[in-house]
């Protein structure tokens, strides 16, 4: 009975509005798909693999990856991270980037600073072919660098929207939404009824806006990063894992036109996972609009 979730009345994300990307586009052309992620500490580094891995060989489609991380890997960062011993005193995006180019056909951009919307967003070139998909992904840990991821959906000039998708945990559990809109009027009929599909969603920080205020969990001590509080033992060794697991669900999911969530929510020590479908009831109640609104119209039979 589970296969028959989606066709039991779920609205289904598409991004590409209707045509799926060709796995044979001329390699001329840019991109099927152009993914940023910002942060390649314990989350970041495994789900740059697994996305790599799924884009070029599961998908067989061109991916532009762009790494943006401006620290260096450090000797705790082994015990949970995806580095070793030979990678101590490198950029950790230049550690993830060589990794990916020799296991992969992908393209691999670097940025060692941290992250800036208006350099380092999954965008086309002006006037160039336009990507199938734009992927923002964020694996930050602190307020001020989502707030710059934020401002990313605020920006004009994009020839398509930026889908962001926010992974985010504490010692053993945590969250991950997905969205591309942060406006209320940006979402005037994202919902189609007959079709049960959603083309657009409330940004992650307007589902969940304490993600711009506070951390989800007491932060380590100034001196002690969340790879040092692993190793105190305030962090799980496999809660990284985790957390990335769903984000490339959720990720495969969107690509494949099935995904019927936006944030999906785990918690370790109690053994719980819950989703949160798309519903316009729901996200109209988010924003404190009228459902009607972010519903399409019925055209008139002629």
């Given amino acids: 009975m589970k296969g028959n979730r989606e066709s039991a009345g779920l609205y289904t994300i598409d991004p590409f509005h209707g045509s799926l990307p060709s796995p044979a586009r001329a390699r001329s052309e840019c991109p099927d798909a152009l993914v940023t992620i910002v942060g390649l500490g314990g989350t970041g580094a495994f789900l740059a693999e697994d996305l790599a891995r799924l884009f070029s060989v599961h998908f067989g489609w061109r991916v532009r990856l762009t790494l943006v991380d401006h620290d260096v890997v450090e000797e705790h960062n082994e015990q949970r991270q995806a580095f070793s011993k ?95 809109v942060t406006r209320a009027e940006d979402l005037r009929g994202a919902f189609d009824p007959e079709t049960h599909t959603c083309r657009a969603l409330p940004a992650p920080s307007v589902q969940a806006p304490e993600l711009l205020e506070a951390p989800l969990a007491a932060l380590p001590a100034p001196e002690e990063d969340c790879a040092a509080a692993q190793a105190a033992g305030d962090q799980e060794p496999f809660v990284n894992r985790a957390i990335a697991a769903l984000g490339l669900a959720m990720v495969t999911r969107l690509c494949q036109r099935r995904l019927t969530w936006r944030a999906a929510y785990f918690d370790l020590d109690v053994g719980t996972l819950r989703y949160i479908h798309l519903d316009p009831h729901d996200t109209a109640s988010l924003l404190g609009v009228r459902t009607e609104k972010l519903v399409q119209r019925r055209r008139a039979a002629a």
């Fill in 86 to 180: 030979r990678d101590r005193g490198r950029p950790k995006a230049q550690v993830v980037g060589e990794r990916l180019v020799r296991q992969f056909p992908v393209e691999v951009a670097l940025s060692l600073a941290p992250y800036d919307h208006r350099r380092d967003a999954p965008r086309d070139e002006r006037g160039g072919a336009r990507s199938r998909l734009s992927l923002l992904v964020g694996c930050v840990d602190n307020p001020l660098a989502r707030c710059e991821l934020a401002r990313t959906l605020r920006s004009d000039g994009y020839s398509q929207p930026v889908w962001w998708l926010d992974l985010g945990n504490s010692a053993a559990s945590g969250q991950v939404l997905l969205g591309n």
